[in-house]
């Protein structure tokens, strides 16, 4: 009996260890941005647990490390009738079981392991070991050995996936015995070609774009003939977008013999604002013996009740609509400061430790949606330098740049010697962040005062030129140059390493050119959507753009007003005289008129530049014009009488 009770342990034991997945097949470096990169992991037995092992990624580049830069707690999946699960990137067909992040899979010299163990074990930054590992495959492309990281591994050979000199479009692949082959990618199929022939399925609509009161043509197709009647259930509800969205059936009868099957969905027309909406297409628990090619198809549902705000776009500016949201006392230790003490006040207000917060790359998607909203419709945002809007949905997510829109840093990230962090691909909202200060140079990588929504193609031909060098495409008329300028200002001061100079440097940490920032934030002041931006930014990082809420702050720092004390009524201190008006304004060299003074009265006039510098002055009666002969920029207009002073502002175009 005994015997009998140790024959049963031994035979369960091996049948564990069979169990124990491994890599089968791996594609680390595909065609273009790495869309269609996968990890193939098999089992022996089909529909078999994961639960217990650990996916890890090792980075063996010499700043790497050999540690882990990836991984991917396994419990809850299985594999499939073949015995395989299939982790990939967006692009992968068949679909992958579980979808990674563009450019997850280094390309190498790196290595793919699998621990039994939970994520808690081994988390990000771990050194590549033994202890636990139940299988790993070193891997390059065309790299030299990293023998490191394979004596890590207990391993003796690095596969290259440039074999066969054509590493874009071939994978490495596990032989049943155990070796390893280069050849083209299988992703969901044995390598040997063997198994379970799965019959493959493809959702298609009649069109990707469509307006609430349209109707979508749901047609699913399969490469061979249904061998059985079948029904095909359908899940169309994403986030927001629901059953209350849509009418009609969300499935699709097949009968035996048939290839294709069709629905038609009704999108209603429901008369509320809700912004441009994804619905997604699933097929819902899909028999072993299909295999989708493209589930979780997306299609974009236009809100015909888009929202205008109450201020016009950077092409239409309009002023002194959008308030401040700051608090009453946020600017009051700056007052009296001046020269390096100001410059250090402000860094001390904007990178405040424990104060300001610092969001993730991912979201500033989210933060550029709504604080680059277009004015005129709430579903599209407003690129800089293009100067049009464009649909929010269009956010660039694959290779392809063409009508997409992505995040352009001010100061390119190449420049100013800072790159994406940990956690960077996560969005995870307004109530999660990190704590800065001044020294954190990294954060500068999302920091939504120096990003801002543009044409992909735009901002790849941008570059990383300095501004000067690069002045905007052809026929745009400079609504961005002074938004742009007060970014790089913003930056300068709120990060040590980061600096803005006269000329087109190439020390790292330094952007120019000074002399144009400096015309381009006086030639085009800040207007309402500025100011917005800065509500929106501030919400979200607990910090503002002194230099939007304040534009001759620019003047005390990096101008002729440099060392003189600087104070808040510097700037617009409005006191009402009578309710006047000033026009035209904006103003194209003439002469403006003030509606609202007593004509027989004198006043002290007195036209201001953004640094508080008088430009002209003159004591004149109510009636009178006044000249206005100066270079496009914002002016301040200073109007007095015996009792008060009243001051507005002055577009010259």
Known sequence: MKYIFTLLLSFCFLNLIAQNPTINELDADTDGVDTKEFIEIKTDNPFSPLDGYLLVLFNGSSSGGDLSYFNLDLDGFTTDINGLFVLGASEVSPIPDFELQLNTIQNGADAVAIYQANESDMPIGTLATTTNLVDALVYGTNDADDTGLLNLLGLQQQIDESANGNKDFESIQRANDGSWFVDTPTPKQLNDGSGVILNGITISTNQEVFD????????????????????FNLDLNNGDFNNADYTGDAFIDFQTGDTTGQTQINILADGVAEEDEFMEINISNLPPEFISNNNNVSIIIIDADFTTSNFGSPLNPTFDNVASNAP????DNLDGLAGNALIQGIQNLVSENSVVRTHTYTDIIDILKEADQNPDNNNQVWLVYTEQPRAKFLFQTGSSSIGKWNREHTFPRSRGGFSSIEDDDIADGINVWWETNADSLRHANSDAHGLRAADAGENSSRGNQHYGQYIGPPSNTGSFKGDVAR?????????????VV??????????????????????????????????????????????????????????????????????????????????????INENIQIKGLNPSETYQFKLLDISGKTIWSNSQQGNSEIPITVKSGLYFLSISDTKSTQVERIIVR
């Open 328 to 331: 009453s006392d946020y600017y």
């Open 212 to 231: 609430e009161g349209e109707t979508v043509i749901i047609t699913l197709t399969t490469e061979d003939p249904v061998v059985n009647d079948i029904t």
């Open 487 to 499: 970014g790089v200002f913003f930056l300068a001061i709120r990060y040590n390493d980061l600096d």
């Open 502 to 587: 006269n000329g087109f440097p190439s020390v790292t940490g330094e952007l120019g050119d000074l002399a144009t920032l400096l015309n381009w934030h006086q030639q085009d002041p800040p207007d309402d959507f500025e100011m917005n931006r800065n509500n929106v930014i501030y919400n979200w990082q607990k910090n503002r753009n002194p230099f939007i809420d304040f534009p001759n702050l620019v003047d005390f720092i990096w101008g002729t007003e440099f060392g003189n004390p600087w104070n808040q009524n510097l700037s617009i201190d409005e006191k009402s005289i009578d309710d006047i008006v000033v026009f035209p304004n904006p103003v």
